[in-house]
């Protein structure tokens, strides 16, 4: 069983950065894949971005690429999601999502655990 908790929502003005954290419970962070998905209002759940729980170069929606990264400290149990140069049509509800039998990362049945969630409101 794994707990998700995200942080580092808010407000901020379009080409401003944000860095979202994702604290996971349970010891076992280190061997799940994480990826990061947002919600806009009135709009499906959309991936944003992949890391592999051995490391390796993440992958990211092609909306995003350039301006997000993924990192990850397993010794912290935490993955982050730092965000530059960000846009109004980056407003979303942020999750992360931990999974085992993930494939390419980017379908939201490929996971296992989710978090409840951080607002991003992009400002213009």
């Known amino acids: 069983q794994v707990q998700l908790v995200e942080s580092g929502g808010g407000l901020v003005q379009a080409g401003g950065s944000l860095r979202l954290s994702c604290a996971a419970s349970?010891?076992?962070?280190?061997?799940?894949?994480m990826g990061w998905f947002r919600q806009a209002p009135g709009k499906e759940r959309e991936f944003v971005g992949f890391?592999?729980?051995?490391?390796?170069?993440?992958w990211y929606a092609d909306s995003v690429k350039g301006r997000f990264t993924i990192s990850r400290d397993n010794a912290k149990n935490t993955v982050y999601l730092q965000m530059n140069s960000l846009k109004p049509e980056d407003t979303a509800v942020y999750y992360c999502?931990?999974?085992?039998?993930?494939?390419?990362?980017?379908?939201?049945?490929?996971?296992?655990?989710w978090g409840q969630g951080t607002q991003v409101t992009v400002s213009s």
């Open positions: 349970g010891r076992a962070f280190s061997t799940y894949n």
């Open positions: 999502a931990a999974g085992r039998r993930t494939s390419n990362g980017r379908e939201a049945y490929e996971y296992d655990y």
């Open positions: 890391s592999f729980w051995s490391g390796g170069s993440p």
